[in-house]
């Protein structure tokens, strides 16, 4: 005998397998079972089924800002000193001293110096970034039809007169309501 299995349908849901030879036929009465039905219903199955919903691809791209700093530059700058002079320092009188500079060495030379912002740029790695992804669990709510068979008890009428009294059942039940 093959094996029975639920079938899809289109839209996703589970049907009951369908019944064979064997299987008692909703509605019906077995075959040696007196006086009882078997009642049947709709089971309603649900599984999960996973699907390709998003394609992802990591892209590094370059973006250019702009980046503000303060940076202290030095440079040298001149000024004059006048120091008293003292008993020993002073100029003879006669000499090139006592009658100011004759010639151009006595004068002062100096080479003053400034610092200026050299700006270079290059790339180093800051960061790794690596593309992983991860299961997220999440409840959903499934609402479907199922269908059931119900079992009524109908009375029927009895149409029978007893052979010796001769009384109708019918009208008995009626009088006895």
């Known amino acids: 005998m093959p ?15 369908l019944n064979t030879s064997t299987d008692p036929v909703p509605g019906e009465m077995p075959p040696n079972s007196g006086r009882a039905l078997v009642r049947s219903e709709e089971c309603l199955q649900v599984r999960t089924v996973r699907t390709p919903f998003r394609r992802v691809r990591l892209e590094k791209y370059r973006v250019t800002e702009t980046r503000t ?11 004059m000193v006048e120091l008293p002079l003292h008993d020993s ?26 610092e200026h912002v050299q700006v270079t740029k290059h790339f180093v790695p800051v960061a790794r970034a690596r593309l992983e992804s991860f299961l997220v669990t999440e409840n959903r709510e499934v609402t ?34």
Not at 70 to 76: N, Y
Not at 158 to 169: G, I, K, M
């Open 3 to 17: 094996a029975r299995t639920p079938t899809e349908t289109s839209n996703g849901m589970m049907t009951p397998p």
């Open 69 to 79: 700093m303060i940076v202290e530059v030095v440079r040298d700058e001149i000024r």
């Open 89 to 114: 320092d002073a100029p003879t009188p006669g000499t090139a001293d006592a009658t100011g500079p004759t010639q151009v060495q006595d004068a002062a030379w100096l080479v003053l110096y400034e």
């Open 144 to 177: 479907a039809e199922v269908r059931s068979e119900r079992v009524e008890l109908e009375p029927l009428p009895l149409r029978r007169t007893l052979p010796d009294s001769r009384v109708n059942l019918d009208r008995f039940h009626e009088e006895r309501r």
